[in-house]
């Protein structure tokens, strides 16, 4: 069972920077993928990704201003998050999900096997 903690997050005025960080703990060995989604008032969404084979994914309204890496010696997850914008906050979760099967690209929109239980980001004017 694969038990995923954020941390990082907070308050940032916009332009700004700030980054979120994931300490993965449980079985994620071989065939992975994980990454990011963020959750505001409405409907989650998906906002970026890395595979075990260390390849990226990013939804466009983040390409150029995230970045998001991992540490397997570590078992970390980060997600740097640059040029902030106002609707760029709300609580991100790390998350796993499924690779495999149908799955054949990972993204943040692939089927969520687990997550952590969210760290908040706020973004001011």
């Known amino acids: 069972q694969v038990q995923l903690v954020e941390s990082g997050g907070g308050s940032v005025q916009a332009g700004g920077s700030l980054r979120v960080s994931c300490t993965i703990s449980?079985?994620?060995?071989?065939?992975?993928?994980m990454g990011w989604f963020r959750q505001g008032g409405g409907e989650p969404v998906g906002v970026a990704s890395i595979?075990?084979?260390?390849?990226?994914y990013y939804v466009d309204s983040v390409k150029g201003r995230f970045t998001i890496a991992q540490d397997n010696a570590k078992n970390t997850m980060t997600l740097q998050m640059n040029s902030l914008k106002i609707e760029d906050s709300g609580t991100y979760y790390c998350a796993t999900f499924t690779y495999g099967g149908r799955w054949t690209r990972c993204t943040p929109y692939n089927k969520l096997d687990a997550r952590g239980q969210g760290t908040l980001v706020t973004v001011s004017s």
């Open positions: 449980g079985d994620i060995d071989g065939r992975h993928c």
């Open positions: 595979s075990d084979d260390g390849s990226t």
